[in-house]
């Protein structure tokens, strides 16, 4: 079963920053938060990813709470072309790696 | 980042005939692949792990002389859909994974299969 939670949707305006959050509740220390996104009918595209430490790449921040119990994907300027279902994943190193999807959250931006 | 590839990007077959799918990792090797299936409106959900040269490992619940998958080379993963039906109408997306356990996974565009 999944080990995350994240709301099944959220709205964002063209432009402006998409807070995305995640509960991880159970995240074990050497598992990692892994960030995901997938535009409909396509496969998903890696976002970020990080342990402890926020990260941040070209296309989004990553934020993970001291207690490491939750996280938030920020992307900074939204545009339409970021409309898609964002998953949230922790990484499960002692089963190999596989990445093992939740329900995501349905992001959609508006002009 | 790396590119995967699958082949084809959507089949139309018949019921009772059996379909492959390709999935290729264009500029890197991949000792692992993944694969998934994903229903409508439904999040994806792992079907089966390979390993380059050995037999996959199934998730519970998926059959394994249904959904054949061979890994036989570092880039290359197929499945098979045998003896397709309606009810395996979905979208088929596999993933790839590099030499280490800790390397990202990089995901194909997706399979379209519907058995008719």
């Known amino acids: 079963d999944a080990k995350t939670t994240q709301p099944p949707s959220m709205d964002c305006a063209e432009g402006r920053a998409a807070n995305l959050p995640c509960n991880h509740s159970t995240i074990s220390g050497n598992e990692y938060v892994y960030w995901y996104r997938q535009i409909h009918s396509q496969g998903p595209q890696y976002i970020i990813h990080g342990l402890k430490n926020n990260e941040t790449n070209e296309m989004a921040s990553l934020i993970i709470t001291e207690d490491r119990k939750s996280s938030t994907l920020i992307l900074p300027h939204a545009t339409l072309r970021d409309t898609a279902v964002y998953y949230c994943?922790?990484?499960?190193?002692?089963?190999?790696?596989?990445?093992?999807f939740g329900q995501g959250t349905e992001l959609s931006v508006k002009p | 980042g790396a590119v995967v590839s699958q082949h084809p990007s959507w089949v139309i077959c018949k019921s009772g005939t059996s379909v492959k799918i390709e999935c290729r990792s264009l500029d890197f090797q991949a000792t692992t692949m993944f694969w998934y299936r994903q229903f409508p409106k439904q999040s994806l959900m792992l079907m089966a792990t390979?390993?380059?040269?050995?037999?996959?490992?199934?998730e519970q619940g998926v059959e394994k002389d249904k959904f054949l998958i061979n890994h036989a080379s570092l880039t290359l993963s197929t499945l098979t859909v045998t003896s397709a039906h309606p009810e395996d109408s979905s979208f088929y997306i596999c993933?790839?994974?590099?030499?280490?356990?800790?390397?990202?996974?990089?995901f194909g565009p997706g399979t379209r299969l519907t058995v008719l």
């Open positions: 390979s390993n380059e040269g050995s037999k996959a490992t199934y």
């Open positions: 993933s790839a994974r590099g030499t280490s356990a800790n390397n990202e996974q990089f």
């Open positions: 994943i922790v990484r499960v190193y002692n089963q190999g790696g596989k990445l093992i």
